[in-house]
């Protein structure tokens, strides 16, 4: 099998996921399921409705769509050979992966066997019955493709006692997919310094990385970068530690986990040490993983990591100036192209970020979908702002939002944080008495709301700040089930 985990800068992609399927076979049943679990999971996914007729030329929206998606999951089923159209969609899938730009094709065998695809009995009875239709050059050009395709890495389904459910299958693939998407503008060179300080010098003995830098500049978005590239190479243990403070204060935690990873090759991130006291405890504890053990700590303090022994460090710089771009660009217009009519606002803004990463995010997505004229409006508000207070800043985005959209993030911060996307929306279904789904994707697309690699809701600690303060201003605030004050007075939930 040929390994095609690329480490490269990526394009911003209109879609995540492009799914190739049969619809005959799996529309219905596995493909279904799986696009309803990668929209639970927030990924943007294209997935064709329509039913081809033989012979039919590929749309040009299709082709747009293969264009500008960043995964494609194939699922080969037992008739997909039997359309030119999916036929045709494989080849233009591979024709896009060979271009790089850091895609990745995810092939599912849904009850075929892998081994001489093209040459299997469905397969080759159906690529006979295409010579009625088509000359034996796009015939050759389709099988090749097939075998192409079989040489990737993939998931096989079988049938037999013993064997993994198909919901299990869906769930491997959103784990997967969740390591290929999430890798945000000026990820992959951030990444590649930390993995250079991590595998560098000899594998003897636990080596420790410091990741340090100002708030919010992207020291958690680099450690589970880093986190989720190596997540498949060869440690024992992988394990990410936050609230570590909380961890450390149960002594029975701590002797349980030590007890299992004591002398194992562990790959461990402990995030977010702000203490003294923590660190040496940390470290004391992480010279007691095996030899060849990777170790990352994030904090703001440089000082604190070297005054412990941490040489290694890498700290987090703020965007460059084409990076800020590409940020704004992209949450702006979900596009890697700009109008000149827009170029003098977006120098604005990254004037006035300085290239802060997520005041850039936070900007740049408040103003998707606006006019030049409605952008200078916006943009002097934040322009207004003294010392580019983030709160400040977050606030702006909160009240261009509709009413019900404001109440609504004021009810995942107080009581569905960090549960499942597909909770979330029952939940505000239940409350509310409407779909939420339109409203969760202004949320996700104005940046005040993010989905984790577990498919759980979360808010950035800057807008759970916000939020508070807000709430602290209204004595009370619309619905009595959201009511933030506890009868003590303090704060529910954030």
Same mark, same amino acid.
């Given at each position: 099998?040929? $390994?095609?985990?690329?480490?490269?800068?990526?394009?911003?992609?209109?879609?995540?996921?492009?799914?190739?399927?049969?619809?005959?076979?799996?529309?219905?049943?596995?493909?279904?399921?799986?696009?309803?679990?990668?929209?639970?999971?927030?990924?943007?996914?294209?997935?064709?409705? @329509?039913?081809?007729?033989?012979?039919?030329?590929?749309?040009?929206?299709?082709?747009?769509?293969?264009?500008?998606?960043?995964?494609?999951?194939?699922?080969?089923?037992?008739n997909f050979a039997s359309s030119s159209f999916c036929l045709d969609?494989?080849?233009?899938?591979?024709?896009?992966?060979?271009?790089?730009?850091?895609?990745?094709? !995810?092939?599912?065998?849904?009850?075929?066997?892998?081994?001489?695809?093209?040459?299997?009995?469905?397969?080759?009875?159906?690529?006979?019955?295409?010579?009625?239709?088509?000359?034996?050059?796009?015939?050759?050009?389709?099988?090749?493709?097939? %075998?192409?395709?079989?040489?990737?890495?993939?998931?096989?389904?079988? @049938?037999?006692?013993? =064997?993994?459910?198909?919901?299990?299958?869906?769930?491997?693939?959103?784990?997967?997919?969740?390591?290929?998407?999430?890798?945000? /503008?000026?990820? =992959?060179?951030?990444? =590649?310094?930390?993995?250079?300080?991590?595998?560098?010098?000899?594998?003897?003995?636990?080596?420790?990385?410091?990741?340090?830098?100002?708030?919010?500049?992207?020291? &958690?978005?680099?450690?589970?970068?880093?986190?989720?590239?190596?997540?498949?190479?060869?440690?024992?243990?992988?394990?990410?530690?936050?609230?570590?403070?909380?961890?450390?204060?149960?002594? @029975?935690?701590?002797?349980?986990?030590?007890?299992?990873?004591?002398?194992?090759?562990?790959?461990?991130?402990?995030?977010?040490?702000?203490? =003294?006291? +923590?660190?040496?405890?940390?470290?004391? #504890?992480?010279?007691?993983?095996?030899?060849?053990?990777?170790?990352?700590?994030?904090?703001?303090?440089?000082?604190?990591?070297?005054?412990?022994?941490?040489?290694?460090?890498?700290?987090?710089? @703020?965007?460059?100036?084409?990076?800020?771009? +590409?940020?704004?660009?992209?949450?702006?217009?979900?596009?890697?192209?700009? %109008?000149?009519?827009?170029?003098?606002?977006?120098?604005?803004?990254?004037?006035?970020?300085?290239?802060?990463?997520? &005041? #850039?995010e936070v900007i740049g997505s408040n103003l998707s979908g606006k006019?030049?004229?409605?952008?200078? $409006?916006?943009?002097?508000?934040?322009?207004?702002?003294?010392?580019?207070?983030?709160?400040?800043?977050?606030?702006?985005?909160?009240?261009? !939002?509709?009413?019900?959209?404001?109440?609504?993030?004021?009810?995942?911060?107080?009581? #569905?944080?960090?549960?499942?996307?597909?909770?979330?929306?029952?939940?505000?279904?239940?409350?509310?008495? /409407?779909?939420?789904?339109?409203?969760?994707?202004?949320?996700?697309?104005? $940046?005040?709301?993010?989905?984790?690699?577990?498919?759980?809701?979360?808010?950035?600690?800057?807008?759970?700040?916000?939020?508070?303060?807000?709430?602290?201003?209204?004595?009370?605030?619309?619905?009595?089930?959201?009511?933030?004050?506890?009868?003590?007075?303090?704060?529910?939930?954030?």
């Amino acid at each position: 099998m040929q $390994s095609f985990r690329r480490w490269v800068e990526p394009k911003a992609f209109r879609y995540d996921v492009f799914l190739s399927f049969r619809g005959w076979d799996t529309r219905f049943s596995f493909t279904g399921f799986l696009y309803k679990g990668l929209f639970d999971h927030g990924f943007r996914t294209f997935m064709d409705d @329509r039913e081809i007729d033989k012979g039919s030329q590929i749309p040009q929206t299709l082709r747009e769509a293969i264009e500008d998606s960043r995964v494609f999951i194939v699922v080969l089923s037992a008739n997909f050979a039997s359309s030119s159209f999916c036929l045709d969609e494989v080849v233009l899938i591979l024709q896009e992966f060979a271009k790089g730009k850091g895609r990745w094709i !995810l092939p599912v065998f849904y009850y075929v066997d892998p081994s001489h695809l093209a040459d299997s009995d469905s397969y080759k009875r159906a690529l006979e019955d295409q010579t009625e239709w088509f000359d034996s050059q796009r015939i050759q050009i389709w099988k090749t493709a097939l %075998s192409k395709l079989a040489t990737f890495s993939g998931l096989r389904l079988i @049938r037999r006692n013993g =064997s993994i459910l198909e919901y299990q299958y869906i769930e491997l693939i959103l784990k997967e997919v969740s390591r290929h998407v999430t890798c945000p /503008v000026g990820l =992959s060179h951030r990444m =590649s310094k930390v993995n250079k300080l991590l595998f560098s010098g000899s594998d003897v003995g636990v080596h420790m990385v410091g990741i340090c830098g100002e708030a919010r500049i992207g020291k &958690t978005t680099v450690a589970r970068g880093v986190y989720n590239f190596n997540s498949d190479t060869g440690f024992d243990h992988y394990c990410y530690f936050y609230n570590v403070g909380d961890i450390l204060s149960q002594s @029975r935690f701590v002797n349980e986990g030590m007890a299992i990873l004591n002398q194992k090759k562990v790959f461990a991130i402990f995030e977010d040490i702000n203490d =003294s006291k +923590q660190l040496k405890n940390i470290i004391e #504890l992480a010279y007691q993983f095996g030899s060849g053990s990777k170790v990352i700590i994030t904090a703001r303090n440089k000082g604190l990591l070297q005054s412990h022994g941490i040489e290694s460090i890498y700290e987090v710089e @703020r965007f460059s100036k084409t990076e800020a771009f +590409q940020l704004l660009i992209l949450k702006s217009f979900n596009s890697t192209s700009v %109008s000149a009519d827009y170029v003098t606002i977006f120098n604005r803004v990254e004037t006035y970020a300085l290239g802060h990463p997520w &005041t #850039l995010e936070v900007i740049g997505s408040n103003l998707s979908g606006k006019s030049v004229e409605n952008c200078e $409006s916006a943009l002097l508000k934040y322009e207004s702002i003294t010392n580019r207070d983030i709160q400040k800043i977050l606030e702006e985005s909160f009240n261009a !939002l509709e009413k019900c959209q404001q109440e609504m993030l004021i009810h995942i911060a107080l009581k #569905l944080k960090e549960l499942e996307l597909g909770v979330v929306e029952d939940e505000l279904c239940n409350y509310y008495k /409407v779909c939420p789904k339109k409203d969760i994707r202004v949320l996700l697309d104005k $940046s005040l709301i993010k989905i984790n690699e577990h498919g759980q809701v979360t808010l950035h600690p800057s807008t759970q700040d916000m939020i508070r303060d807000k709430i602290a201003r209204f004595e009370e605030y619309g619905k009595q089930e959201i009511q933030p004050v506890s009868k003590n007075g303090s704060m529910i939930g954030i």
